[in-house]
């Protein structure tokens, strides 16, 4: 059994927040800061927004890019991230066709969502989703 996270519907998407949030609160930081998900406006609350999050690739390109093999194939798609292999290259996020493995400035290696669905948990919404497959 493996678990992703999905995006289950963006439409119902209001901008709050809470998800980017609470994935911050996970690793013990506040604010929005090392978070592995994030909320971009496509127009406020007119047009919408946009959720960006690893959507769990089957054959991820950013694992490919990395010359030190820091990010690995995770059963069920996505990658796991190797902190002690990571060079802080940033050739994953310039890899990654989504946008959707973030920097932290503070450690100079990527954050990548572990699909763990702590996010999910906060969103009032319904908009995230664990699914297990």
């Not at 998407?13 to 994030?38: D, L, N, P, Y």
Request: proline share 4%; with cysteine.
């Amino acid at each position: 059994m493996h678990k992703r996270l999905a995006v289950k519907d963006a439409h119902l998407c209001v901008g709050c927040q809470m998800c980017v949030f609470a994935c911050a609160r996970r690793t013990g930081v506040g604010g929005t800061e090392g978070s592995a998900i994030h909320v971009r406006s496509v127009g406020g609350m007119e047009h919408g927004f946009t959720v960006i999050v690893c959507r769990a690739c089957e054959e991820p390109s950013c694992a490919r890019a990395c010359p030190e093999n820091a990010l690995r194939k995770r059963e069920g798609g996505g990658v796991m991230l190797e902190h002690a292999r990571c060079i802080g290259c940033g050739f994953c996020v310039q890899a990654c066709p989504l946008g959707a493995i973030f920097w932290d400035v503070h450690t100079n290696k990527p954050v990548v969502c572990m699909h763990c669905g702590y996010c999910a948990q906060y969103c009032p919404h319904g908009v995230l989703k664990l699914e297990v497959r």
